[in-house]
T-cell receptor, first 114, second 112 residues
Framework: EAQVTQNPRYLITVTGKKLTVTCSQN?????MSWYRQDPGLGLRQIYY???????DKGDVPEGYKVSRKEKRNFPLILESPSPNQTSLYFC?????????????FGPGTRLTVT | GIQVEQSPPDLILQEGANSTLRCNFS?????LQWFHQNPWGQLINLFY???GTKQNGRLSATTVATERYSLLYISSSQTTDSGVYFC??????????????FGQGTILTVHP
C-alpha cells in the first residue's frame, strides 16, 4: 500500500530535550516536505527536499533541522524544542518533474513541548 | 511572498446542497493544489490544477491562472464532505517550485 508514515504519532516532551520525528514514504517520490499546522495560522511549510541531499527552507524553518540521506526518509529534528513548537506536524511526498505534483500526506504527529 | 486568500472562511450546508469555494492568489503560480482535511485530521489531495478544469465525481475545480483564482465546486454535498478545504500554491516567480504556500482554509459543515 502506497503511504507516508510518521513516528511518533503523539509526543509530549520538555523544553530543550532533542527529538526526531521520522517520515518515510514507499512511493519512490523525489519530493518530500514538512509542515506545521496551528489554529488560526493554517499550514505552514518548514523545510522541503527536491531530492536526496537537496533541502531548502520553507516559511518557518527556525528551530528545525532536516536531512535527506535516502530517498524514502526525511526526518525532522528539533535540537532544542521550545513551547512555541507545540503543534501538529505533517510530512508529505510527491513526484516532481519541474513541478511538484499531488502531495500525499502522513497521518500527522501531535507534539507538545512543556 | 505570495498571498493566498480563501473564501468563505466558514460554510454550513444541508446535505444535497451545492457549494463553491474560492482561492485567490496575489501572483502568478505554477502549481495549485486543493486538499481536504477531514474531521480526524487526515489530509487528502483533491486536485493538482495549476490551470484549466478537472472533475472527480461530485467534485470539480477550475483555475483561471491569468485572473489569479481557483474555484472548487462540491455538488450534492454529503456529511462526509465536512472538514477543512485548503488550497496551496507555488509562486511562478519564486526561487523554487518546491515552496508551497497555503491559504487559511474554508471550514465546511454539512448537516444531514
Amino acid at each position: 500500500e502506497a503511504q507516508v508514515t510518521q513516528n511518533p504519532r503523539y509526543l509530549i516532551t520538555v523544553t530543550g530535550k532533542k527529538l526526531t520525528v521520522t517520515c518515510s514514504q514507499n512511493m519512490n517520490h523525489e519530493y518530500m516536505s514538512w509542515y506545521r499546522q496551528d489554529p488560526g495560522l493554517g499550514l505552514r511549510q518548514i523545510y522541503y527536499s527536491m531530492n536526496v541531499e537537496v533541502t531548502d527552507k520553507g516559511d518557518v524553518p527556525e528551530g528545525y533541522k532536516v536531512s535527506r540521506k535516502e530517498k524514502r526518509n526525511f526526518p525532522l529534528i528539533l535540537e532544542s524544542p521550545s513551547p512555541n513548537q507545540t503543534s501538529l506536524y505533517f510530512c508529505a511526498s510527491s513526484l516532481q518533474r519541474l513541478a511538484v505534483y499531488e502531495q500525499y500526506f502522513g497521518p500527522g504527529t501531535r507534539l507538545t513541548v512543556t | 511572498g505570495i498571498q493566498v486568500e480563501q473564501s468563505p472562511p466558514d460554510l454550513i450546508l444541508q446535505e444535497g446542497a451545492n457549494s463553491t469555494l474560492r482561492c485567490n492568489f496575489s501572483d502568478s503560480v505554477n502549481n495549485l493544489q486543493w486538499f481536504h482535511q477531514n474531521p480526524w485530521g487526515q489530509l487528502i489531495n483533491l486536485f493538482y490544477i495549476p490551470s484549466g478544469t478537472k472533475q472527480n465525481g461530485r467534485l470539480s475545480a477550475t483555475t483561471v491562472a491569468t485572473e489569479r483564482y481557483s474555484l472548487l465546486y462540491i455538488s450534492s454535498s454529503q456529511t462526509t464532505d465536512s472538514g477543512v478545504y485548503f488550497c496551496a500554491v507555488t509562486n511562478a516567480g519564486g526561487t523554487s517550485y518546491g515552496k508551497l504556500t497555503f491559504g487559511q482554509g474554508t471550514i465546511l459543515t454539512v448537516h444531514p
